[in-house]
């Protein structure tokens, strides 16, 4: 029942933007922290950016001043808007809810993942 289903990857030159979309259903949304994870080819997955349910924000500091996580509550939607984009940058990008409940059960949901490519 749970969804979190990604948009907006694709291919683009370095200097350039994409906005990434992540569309949640199934979960109380405007209570999860949500974030965007990312994992480039043979390498770790790594958190990007993360944004609490009061809209506070955190940052890979690879990416600060460069991408801007936000949210919609109303949309139940999370983005990640990349500009300024490198070829260190490729990878495929995340959507993660993550809530650990008082009982301590901890609700981590994951997307499939969309593609960003860019070019050199």
């Known amino acids: 029942q749970v969804q979190l289903v990604e948009s907006g990857g694709g291919l683009v030159q370095a200097g350039g933007s994409l906005r990434l979309s992540c569309a949640a259903s199934?979960?109380?949304?405007?209570?999860?922290?949500m974030s965007w994870y990312r994992q480039a080819p043979g390498k770790q997955r790594e958190l990007v950016a993360g944004i609490t349910s009061g809209g506070s924000t955190n940052y890979a500091d690879s990416v600060k001043g460069r991408f801007t996580i936000s949210r919609d509550n109303a949309k139940n939607t999370v983005y990640l808007q990349m500009n300024s984009l490198k070829p260190e940058d490729t990878a495929v990008y995340y959507c993660?809810?993550?809530?650990?409940?008082?009982?301590?059960?901890?609700?981590?949901?994951w997307g499939k993942g969309t593609l960003v490519t860019v070019s050199s």
């Open positions: 993660n809810a993550n809530l650990k409940t008082l009982a301590g059960r901890l609700m981590d949901y």
């Open positions: 199934g979960i109380i949304f405007s209570i999860f922290p």
